[in-house]
């Protein structure tokens, strides 16, 4: 260095794999674990429709009957259990809409840089 400054070191390499596997691993504790600590209490919008009679005007959602309505899995008695599952699947279906995207994306990508190469 011609001022004699020292050259900083260089930040370790982290892996993107360890970083992708350690976010699923949150993601999978707080979806399965975490939750089963959530309040029960409504949310504040819930309350305050509730407080001005906005609820009473509620109907059914085309989904009610679906396997994972009102955040549980149907037909799972255990409140926790059946919403931690629920949790899981959800963690697990986002990942995998998220990764079909990701790989769709880089395809394209990859496509368009090769007909220009």
Partial sequence: EPDGAAVPAAAPKRSARRLWWA????ALLCAGVVSFYA?????GLEKVAH???IDKKAE???AKDSPLADYGVKDISDARLSG???GVIG???TLAV??????VVRRRRAAAESERG
């Fill in 23 to 26: 976010g699923l691993a949150a």
């Fill in 39 to 43: 309040s029960a209490s409504p949310d």
């Fill in 51 to 53: 407080d001005k009679g």
């Fill in 60 to 62: 059914d959602h085309a």
């Fill in 84 to 86: 931690g599952l629920a």
């Fill in 91 to 93: 963690v697990g279906a």
């Fill in 98 to 103: 998220g990764s079909g995207v990701f790989i």
